[in-house]
């Protein structure tokens, strides 16, 4: 599975971005796609996470509340909605698929970066 993610960019304080990732070859249903996010020096970060079939979505206690997660079975892609941005969510953000039960992720988008100002 190759996963592409777009959609970044840089917004302000308080703006709102989504972030898309399409995803071609096979999936599954019961696969799992997650939205993770680094900046450099820092250790990868889980955003949020979903079934391809959209259940268990899964929210960052970091981001709850201003972040969410969707999945279109019909596009192969996932969404993550991100509102009232804030500084701290500045950061490059990956997109990643693993098969349901696997311990880690198998395949990784490239990421794309999202810088909020002040």
């Known amino acids: 599975v190759q996963l592409q993610a777009s959609g970044g960019g840089l917004v302000q304080a308080g703006d709102s971005l989504r972030l898309s990732c399409a995803a071609s070859g096979r999936t599954f249903s019961s696969d799992v796609m997650a939205w993770f996010r680094q900046n450099p020096g820092k250790e990868r970060e889980f955003v949020a996470g979903i079934m391809w079939s959209g259940y268990a979505p899964k929210i960052a206690a970091s981001v709850k509340g201003r972040f969410t997660i969707s999945s279109d079975r019909a596009r192969n892609t996932v969404y993550l909605q991100m509102n009232s941005l804030k500084p701290e969510d500045t950061a490059v953000y990956y997109c990643?698929?693993?098969?349901?039960?696997?311990?880690?992720?198998?395949?990784w988008g490239r990421g794309t970066l999202v810088t909020v100002s002040s």
């Open positions: 990643a698929t693993k098969g349901r039960g696997a311990t880690q992720y198998a395949s």
